[in-house]
């Protein structure tokens, strides 16, 4: 059905987010010049989906899996 395939391409999107990147654990340290802390912009999807970006928290995962899917025109 339409609802088992864009199930299984959400898993796969999933999957390819989850494996892509490393979460920090010490995201919460101030150290970007900008004002904003590293947790702030380690909640991008910039983080997840950036060319040679690597680590996020958990919101930039989030973000990144529904961008995707987004675009994908998967609710």
């Known amino acids: 059905s339409d609802y ?3 199930r299984e391409y959400a898993r796969k999107i999933h999957d390819y987010v989850a494996c892509k990147v490393t979460y920090d654990p010490i995201g919460y340290e101030t150290d970007i010049p900008t004002g904003e802390t590293r947790y702030d ?3 991008e999807a910039y983080n997840v989906l950036g060319e040679g970006q690597e680590t996020a928290v958990c919101a930039g995962y989030a973000r990144a899996f529904a961008l995707i899917c987004h675009y994908a025109g998967i609710n």
């Open 4 to 6: 088992d395939e864009e």
């Open 41 to 43: 912009t380690f909640q």
